[in-house]
């Protein structure tokens, strides 16, 4: 007798909008990163350059077809732009990498105008070579971390502009970064086939697994609420796998063969469902699998089909989600020319709020400053209830979006530091924080 598992996820689908965002140019650079990150304000994505780097960010209320003329790209580094991320707890601020190790804090209004000249606020200079990983901190504010093909990964404190932490345990280049749930320990696939887990308190490797995947293709890993590892690699012959790790001792929980294909993928981590999604960079589907606590930890549910081929991939932050349609994630896929929005739901026949589906997501606001974090204090994230935007969308009233607020930002330089290779540019910082005094310069 066959035994089917029980999942209230095991039929979660993709669903395409008919439109989709076009007469753009995505960037055809080689690297492997996303080229896009996406919050409930806007999109922001790597587009072709030909001499500098630029980027282009898009309102996401801008109807699905045509960008209206006043949506351009902007040319705001000397080199390639490499990585885009935005701010998990202020939707206005945007940091961005180059192949030059540069990393730019933006200022982004919520009306773009034509023509307008957006300019950066300031720049954290440490890296010596280009960026491979860009991520704000889960829980505190002002936190942000960096790593490059330099082999280190810096987190720095936007107020100070500085480098508060630097990790140099690595041997080559760091090809994904993950943080805990905390944001007291990273975890980080390298060229050099080492999964470590460092926790950046002391800045020591706590966990060290060689040939986490025996194949040279860059490795992507997530780490889970479970305090596990989930990451995804290639094997020697060709072929994709994907493993899971106990974060604590690095036993290995399970590995088994994805597919035989050749592309990148990427992992996404939805936190509140335990749930990762894989997208792989070339193709037009996208797979999703189940992680709980019962042998054999990962459970495939399915697979989606949408569109072109993906160039880059944008994951979007869980309460930037419409419950009402029981949409459980949302991504934004970039292909050559355009970007497509996949909707992941969860069918049910019900239109009354599905708490099963909706446990309660990870708000924007910080529960931590960065200098709390910084000090040694360590906080989970804070939550928010689902059933306010429930009952806010079924009265036809979209969720208010927070209001704008801006980091003004003067660079100061100074001479180098002896721990940094390169010559320190210092920020002094005026963050606008939600009912928060301002604090106060160096």
């Known amino acids: 007798m066959s035994f089917v598992r029980s999942s209230k996820y095991?039929?979660?689908?993709?669903?395409?909008?008919?439109?989709?965002?076009?007469?753009?140019?995505?960037?055809?650079?080689?690297s492997d990163g996303t080229f896009c990150s996406v919050n409930p304000k806007f999109l922001a994505l790597i587009t072709q350059a030909t001499g500098g780097g630029s980027f282009m960010i898009i309102p996401t209320h801008v109807p699905l077809g045509r960008l209206p003329s006043n949506i351009?790209?902007?040319?705001?580094?000397?080199?390639?732009?490499?990585?885009?991320?935005?701010?998990?707890?202020?939707?206005?601020?945007?940091?961005t990498a180059d192949d030059d190790g540069v990393i730019k804090i933006w200022n982004v209004p919520d009306h773009l105008t034509k023509d307008m000249e957006l300019e950066a606020a300031g720049e954290l200079m440490g890296h010596t070579k280009k960026i491979t990983v860009l991520g704000w901190h889960p829980v505190a504010s002002d936190i942000l971390l960096s790593a490059s093909a330099d082999n280190t990964i810096r987190i720095w404190h936007i107020p100070t502009g500085s480098?508060?932490?630097?990790?140099?345990?690595?041997?080559?280049?760091?090809?994904?970064?993950?943080?805990?749930?905390?944001?007291?320990?990273?975890?980080?696939?390298?060229?050099?086939?080492?999964?470590?887990?460092?926790?950046?308190?002391?800045?020591?490797?706590?966990?060290?697994?060689?040939?986490?995947?025996d194949g040279n293709k860059p490795a992507k890993c997530v780490f889970l609420k479970t305090n596990r590892i989930f990451a995804v690699g290639f094997m020697r012959m060709g072929g994709r796998q994907y493993a899971l790790w106990d974060a604590e001792g690095g036993e290995e929980l399970s590995r088994e063969e994805i597919d035989a294909q050749s592309g990148i993928v990427y992992p996404f981590y939805d936190i509140d469902n335990g749930i990762v999604f894989l997208a792989g960079k070339g193709e037009p589907s996208m797979s999703y699998y189940e992680i709980d606590d019962n042998a054999p930890y990962v459970h495939y549910l399915s697979s989606a089909t949408h569109g072109k081929n993906m160039r880059g991939v944008?994951?979007?932050?869980?309460?930037?989600?419409?419950?009402?349609?029981?949409?459980?994630?949302?991504?934004?896929?970039?292909?050559?020319?355009?970007?497509?929005?996949?909707?992941?739901?969860?069918?049910?026949?019900?239109?009354?709020?599905?708490?099963?589906?909706?446990?309660?997501?990870?708000?924007?606001v910080p529960a931590l400053t960065?200098?709390?974090?910084?000090?040694?204090?360590?906080?989970?994230?804070?939550?928010?209830?689902?059933?306010?935007?429930?009952?806010?969308?079924?009265?036809?009233?979209?969720?208010?979006?927070?209001?704008?607020?801006t980091v003004q930002i003067k660079t100061v330089q100074r001479q180098a530091v002896s721990s940094f290779s390169a010559q320190v540019t210092v920020i002094r910082t005026m963050w606008c924080m939600r009912g928060c005094p301002v604090l106060s310069m160096l």
């Open 72 to 95: 351009t790209p902007i040319n705001g580094h000397s080199k390639q732009v490499t990585e885009l991320s935005w701010c998990i707890h202020n939707d206005n601020v945007l940091a």
């Open 370 to 405: 960065g200098e709390e974090w910084l000090n040694g204090k360590t906080s989970k994230p804070n939550f928010c209830d689902w059933k306010p935007v429930f009952d806010s969308y079924k009265k036809g009233n979209s969720m208010e979006k927070k209001a704008e607020k």
């Open 10 to 30: 095991r039929h979660v689908y993709g669903e395409k909008p008919k439109g989709e965002y076009f007469s753009l140019k995505t960037t055809s650079s080689s």
């Open 163 to 213: 480098t508060k932490i630097l990790i140099d345990a690595h041997k080559d280049v760091p090809t994904s970064v993950a943080w805990n749930i905390d944001g007291s320990m990273i975890a980080t696939m390298c060229k050099d086939k080492h999964m470590r887990v460092i926790d950046l308190r002391n800045k020591k490797v706590v966990t060290d697994v060689p040939n986490a995947f």
């Open 314 to 364: 944008g994951f979007m932050p869980k309460r930037g989600c419409d419950p009402t349609a029981n949409e459980i994630a949302k991504f934004y896929k970039l292909t050559s020319d355009r970007c497509e929005i996949i909707s992941m739901r969860v069918p049910r026949k019900s239109e009354l709020f599905q708490n099963d589906i909706f446990p309660p997501f990870v708000s924007d």
